[in-house]
């Protein structure tokens, strides 16, 4: 059951706040991204991967922090 905007909002505050002073940005990343995630209910491995590997414009590679999955339905969602 999708969840209400007054739970959301809720969610939505005490996440900013545990979020408010992080510096560890690399060693956090996948933590925080499936925190924001949770915010709306949602479960991040349904919706997206994190470091998938990309080719850059210039020809060399890289890594993507977060990609959004492309084969995900509204039933895998919610």
């Known amino acids: 059951m999708p969840l209400g905007w007054n739970e959301i909002r809720s969610r939505a505050v005490t996440f900013s706040k545990e979020w408010a002073n992080e510096t560890r940005?690399?060693?956090e990343a996948k933590t925080?991204?499936?925190?924001?995630?949770?915010?709306f209910g949602l479960n991040r491995r349904h919706l997206a991967s994190f470091e998938e590997p990309v080719k850059k414009l210039s020809g060399s590679y890289g890594l993507l922090a977060c990609l959004p999955r492309t084969n995900t339905s509204?039933?895998?969602?919610l």
Do not use: G, L, P
């Open 32 to 39: 925080f991204w499936d925190d924001f995630f949770r915010v």
């Open 25 to 27: 940005k690399h060693a």
């Open 74 to 77: 509204s039933s895998t969602i």
